[in-house]
DNA sequence: ACAATATAGTTTTATATTAAATCATTCGAT
DNA sequence: ATCGAATGATTTAATATAAAACTATATTGT
């Protein structure tokens, strides 16, 4: 194999298998989403107020990485089932603060612990080193900014 | 930090580097998509259309880890660019087999070989032995099954 | 041969997603 | 003070997505 194929053979071999990764590990970790009939996006709502506390809608797209229109609909659908609740913020009548309420609260955290159960047995496939090292290296792939 | 924190602190870590440098990834790579206006999904089908030849939806399917009702609509719309065109097996007619056309062959050559370039160029990131690292290193984790 | 079962595909329902257009509010410059 | 730009949120339109119900076809066991 001539090197220019053998580099471009490497590059798709080593992509595929990142892709097949953190699909399959993002597959198994969200499998316990199920049962509370959370999806991805609601629970990163939920989790991004639980650890920082109550948001305006834009922080929250920020922070899980979806369009502003979308949050609007999640948002909806969260309070719809009183996990959430948003509040016109008086200072500035443009923002709305969304705010867990208490059935929320209790759901995410129990939820979370969950979560992060599932995320440490997933990667405990690996040794510590092994962790290391691979963080190292997705550290560097994925620090040239623009996330999902 | 006691053991266990720190053991539950690498894993939420590693995980978080693994999925930032996926999506990333992902979202640089798929900018080649933008100008032909090709979905992820539709990309998906008529590159596995490309390398495996004419499939039938279930087949498709599993290659690119989507449900065939998922199919059925992705399929139409290509169908409906005269991308691809469907065909009832005569042996089992339940089957349809998919088809690239010519202008669906003549597309997806053409993108396929830009998203190549956009993911070696990516990868390149990463020296050779890192890559190889890292390809091992989420070969394991990938394994365990259950894609998307 | 025929009923039960399995399989491929479609439809339906509900949510997600982005991009673009729009609305409301605020801020800034004159 | 007011007009225009900027900003946060909503709406709309198009596509995606999964899960479940359903249709059509094929296979299997008796």
Redesign the pocket.
Known sequence: MKPIENQTYRALSTYTKLMRAAGSVTSRVHRVL?TPK?????F?VLEALFHKGPL??????EK???????????????E?QSLVR?ER??????????HLTEAGTELIARVFADVESAIVAEMNILSENEQEQLGILCKKLGMKGGG?
Request: glycine letters at 4%; aromatic letters at 2%; proline letters at 0%.
């Open positions: 199920s959370l999806t991805i996006s609601q990163g305006c809608q834009k922080d929250i797209a899980i990485l979806k369009s502003t229109g979308n949050i609007t609909l999640v948002i909806d659908n969260l719809k948003r913020d008086s200072e500035d009548r443009r923002y709305l603060t969304v999902s």
